[in-house]
Nanobody
Framework: VVQLVESGGGLVQPGGSLNLSCAVS????????MSWVRQAPGKGLEWVAT????????DYADSVGGRFTISRDNAQNTLYLQLNSLQTEDTAMYYC????????????????RGQGTQVTVSS
């Protein structure tokens, strides 16, 4: 059974940081590209970042590039997203998912994700 369990969200002030985790079971993340996507209140799903399983360089949405870092720990079968310099616009539910390669920027191609972890940026 495939399971993706996100954690690490919370309430943080603008300019703050969070580190999100996604514990995966049912498949090995070392064998597949992985992504983070998010959904802000009242808005649609948005692609955030993708990390290929063989090239250790992430690709990021323009809105988060330079502030967010995606990484993985294959031994722990866990995906991470480090969020720095958080802005109010980053408030959203964050989900991890297998990345639909090569169309990982196409949000309509994402069919499975975890239950999400809420990130709220507010003063």
């Amino acid at each position: 059974v495939v399971q993706l369990v996100e954690s690490g969200g919370g309430l943080v002030q603008p300019g703050g940081s969070l580190n999100l985790s996604c514990a995966v079971s049912g498949f090995s993340i070392s064998a597949t590209p992985m992504s983070w996507v998010r959904q802000a209140p009242g808005k649609g799903l948005e692609w955030v970042a993708t990390l290929h399983n063989t090239v250790p360089i992430g690709d990021y949405a323009d809105s988060v590039g330079g502030r967010f870092t995606i990484s993985r720990d294959n031994a722990q079968n866990t995906l991470y997203l480090q969020l720095n310099s958080l802005q109010t616009e980053d408030t959203a539910m964050y989900y991890c998912s297998q990345a639909p390669w090569p169309n990982y920027r196409d949000i309509s191609a994402y069919t499975t994700r975890g239950q999400g972890t809420q990130v709220t940026v507010s003063s």
